[in-house]
């Protein structure tokens, strides 16, 4: 966890999809648990779950096994991909250029 509510997580590259899709899923499960837990009034958490601020915005990138990265790296290539996802597009999983 890096704080600002950003993750980096090193997985195989074929385990990047079904990840982040087990990942949304269990969080769109556990969301219900997080507004309960705020003590909102029934029709503010009604609200706040009818946005899409409380959802996921994954963006994967790739390297090979020899390519030495350091996390800032990392972090700069994710944080173009987030630059390029219109906000309309921003919750969900989005892959790097590369992947495609």
């Known amino acids: 966890h890096l704080g600002g509510g950003y993750f980096i997580v090193l997985l195989p ?3 990047i999809q079904p990840f982040s899709q087990r990942l949304i899923k269990g969080w769109t499960r556990h969301k219900q648990n997080l507004m309960d ?5 029934p029709q503010d958490a009604a ?3 009818a946005q899409d601020w409380l959802d996921l915005c994954i963006c994967i990138t790739a390297r090979e096994c020899d390519e030495l990265l350091s996390v ?3 972090l700069d290539t994710v944080s173009r991909i987030r630059e390029t996802v219109p906000d309309a597009e921003l919750p969900g999983i989005h892959l790097d ?3 495609h």
């Open 47 to 49: 609200s706040a779950m």
């Open 13 to 15: 590259q074929e385990e």
């Open 97 to 99: 250029r590369r992947l």
């Open 37 to 41: 837990s705020c003590d909102l009034s």
């Open 72 to 74: 800032n790296q990392l």
